[in-house]
C-alpha cells in the first residue's frame, strides 16, 4: 500500500519534534528523518517513542551525505550508511535514502554498489539510491557525483525519484519513473521551475504543482500500476511567515499527494466528464 509521508527537512532546522506534531496535524501517514548534526536524529529510542507518541511510523531514514551533514558520524561514507541501515531497522524503517557518492570520495565511489547491496542485505532494509543533478560552475557542467548523478546507469536494485533534482537535470518525471520500472522505491515528492542550463541554479523543492515537472502524472502512473514504495514530501518551506502558513503549505502538499495517487477507474469505466476535462487540459498538474 502506498503511504504519504513527510521528511523532517519540511521544516528544516525545526527539531523532530516540530517536525511529528505537524506532519500529524497536516494529516501524512508517517515520517522520514533526514539525519543532521542535531542528536535527535540520530538516535533510535528518541525517535521511536515520538513516533509511537504522535502515531506516525518512521517510513524511511535519509543518510547524512549533504555537505552541511559532512561530519555526523565521522567522515568514513561507508561507516555513515551502515549507522543509517541500523538506525532504519532500529526504529522499523524499511528504506534508507542514499546519494551517489561525491567524485572526491573516489575510494568508496568504487565500492559504493557492492556497499549498498551487502548493507541493505545485512540490516534488511531497501537502500534506495536518489537521482541527483550536474553542477554547473563558469557556465560548465562538472561531474560532482562518482559515478554519476543518474540511477538509471548504475546497477542498484532500488532508487529514489526526486522530482526537483529531475527538474535541475532537464529530466522528465514521467519517463523516469518508467525507465526505472521495478526499480523505482521511493518518491520524494517536490517540484522544479527548470534546469541549470535554462538559468535555473537552485535546488528549489517547491511545492508539487508549482513547477514544470509531472508530477501529478508520475504519481497517477505509480497508482495505477499498484505501486506499493512511500511518496515522501520533501518541500521547501522556509519563506513561510507564520507556523499556520506552514501548515498550510503541507497540507496543501499532502492533498495533493492523496488526490493524484487515489484508485483510478479503468479506462472503460472512466466517466464521460473525466474524459473530456482530460480533453481540454491535457496534461494538467493541478
Given at each position: ?50 513516533s509511537e507518541r504522535w502515531e506516525l511510523p518512521i517510513l524511511s531514514i535519509h543518510a547524512p551525505v549533504l555537505l552541511l551533514t559532512h561530519f555526523v558520524w565521522g567522515r568514513d561514507p561507508r561507516v555513515k550508511l551502515a549507522r543509517t ?37 545485512e540490516h534488511g532494509v531497501e537502500i534506495a539510491v536518489e537521482n541527483m543533478f550536474p553542477w554547473r560552475a563558469a557556465g560548465r557542467n562538472m561531474k560532482a557525483y562518482m559515478p ?139
Open positions: 500500500m502506498m503511504r504519504i509521508g513527510m521528511s523532517t527537512t519540511c521544516v528544516y532546522p525545526l527539531e523532530p519534534e516540530h517536525a511529528f506534531r505537524l506532519a500529524k496535524e497536516a494529516g501524512f501517514d508517517g515520517v522520514e528523518i533526514m539525519v543532521t548534526q542535531e542528536a535527535t536524529t540520530q538516535q533510535a529510542e528518541g525517535l521511536i517513542e515520538m541501515a541500523e538506525l532504519a531497522r532500529s526504529v522499523g524503517a524499511g528504506a534508507v535514502v542514499v546519494h551517489p557518492p561525491f567524485r572526491w570520495q573516489s575510494s568508496y565511489a568504487l565500492q559504493f554498489l557492492p556497499i549498498v547491496r551487502e548493507l541493505s542485505a554519476g548523478w543518474d540511477p538509471r546507469e548504475m546497477d542498484c536494485d532500488a532508487v529514489t525519484l526526486d522530482f526537483s533534482h529531475a527538474a535541475l537535470s532537464g529530466v522528465d518525471s514521467l519517463e523516469y519513473a518508467k525507465d526505472l520500472g521495478d526499480r523505482l522505491r521511493h518518491v520524494h515528492l517536490c517540484d522544479g521551475s527548470g534546469a541549470i542550463g535554462e538559468g535555473q541554479i537552485f535546488d528549489e523543492h517547491l511545492l508539487p504543482g508549482y513547477g514544470r515537472e509531472p508530477v501529478a502524472e508520475t504519481l497517477r502512473m505509480l497508482a495505477d500500476r499498484g505501486w506499493d514504495g512511500s511518496v515522501v514530501a520533501e518541500i521547501n518551506t522556509r519563506k513561510a511567515k507564520s507556523e499556520a502558513e506552514r501548515l498550510d503549505m503541507l497540507r496543501e502538499t499532502v492533498a495533493f499527494a492523496r488526490e493524484h495517487t487515489a484508485a483510478v477507474a479503468a479506462p472503460e469505466h472512466e466517466s464521460p466528464l473525466r474524459r473530456a476535462i482530460d480533453a481540454i487540459l491535457p496534461g494538467r498538474n493541478r
